[in-house]
């Protein structure tokens, strides 16, 4: 897939306020600070489109763009931000939820980790979670550069072995870095390749 036209289109402090859901949608979320603006502006061919910020946490609400006039890419908030308010921690969970349980157009949930850490709790608990629900997902590891080769096999390597603990089969997995551009490719022609799965009701 070739990505002609990105556009924002809107952002949703409700689940209800999201756009209708008329067109295939493909989501991303991870933890704060994981690299998702990076990743999905790299994607984009817009360096502009998603507000990258020094500060993590700062999505807050859900953010649409549209995608060759045919698809959303959606930008979930960021979780387990520690220094946001407890109310708003709740805000955001229940904002998470209710889009990824409720929205009949989602065809994907890209769960971003980072590729330099051990698996953190919190992404295991989410995805453990996303199975219980069956909701569909692929794990996208960010932030490949940082690392040499071996470091990034031995770690990715460690994170799937915890994984296997859990799941008798792994998610689909792609491995990205923003700043090299790689796992581009892979990750929109998998889109490209599940367009088929959404039937408008």
Same mark, same amino acid.
């Given at each position: ?6 556009i ?11 756009? /209708?859901?008329?067109l ?5 979320i991870?933890?704060?600070? *994981?690299?998702?603006? =990076?990743?999905i ?13 020094? =500060? ?5 609400? #859900? ?11 959606v ?5 387990g931000?520690?220094? %946001? ?12 939820i209710?889009?990824?349980?409720k ?7 890209? *769960?971003?980790?980072? =590729?330099?850490l ?7 608990e ?12 692929s794990? *996208?590891?960010? @932030?490949?550069? /940082?690392n ?10 460690? #994170?799937? @072995?915890?994984?296997?603990? *859990? ?5 689909n997995?792609?491995? %990205? ?7 581009k ?10 367009f ?6």
């Amino acid at each position: 897939m070739i990505i002609r036209k990105a556009i924002f289109h809107k952002s949703s402090g409700h689940f209800k306020d999201c756009p /209708k859901p008329t067109l295939p949608e493909y989501a991303f979320i991870g933890r704060s600070n *994981v690299g998702k603006s =990076s990743l999905i502006n790299m994607l984009c061919n817009n360096n502009k489109l998603a507000h990258t910020s020094a =500060s993590p946490g700062k999505t807050k609400i #859900i953010n649409h763009f549209l995608i060759n006039d045919n698809w959303y890419l959606v930008d979930l908030p960021g979780y387990g931000y520690a220094k %946001t308010s407890k109310t708003n921690r709740e805000g955001f969970a229940t904002l998470i939820i209710d889009y990824v349980t409720k929205r009949d157009n989602l065809i994907c949930l890209f *769960v971003l980790i980072d =590729s330099r850490l051990p698996l953190q709790q919190i992404d295991l608990e989410f995805m453990t979670w996303l199975g219980e629900k069956n909701i569909p997902f692929s794990i *996208v590891y960010t @932030k490949a550069d /940082k690392n040499s080769k071996n470091e990034l096999n031995r770690n990715i390597n460690a #994170i799937e @072995k915890e994984l296997g603990k *859990v799941w008798e089969e792994l998610p689909n997995t792609f491995i %990205t870095s923003a700043e090299k551009r790689s796992g581009k490719e892979e990750l929109l022609d998998f889109i490209q390749a599940h367009f088929s799965q959404f039937t408008l009701s």
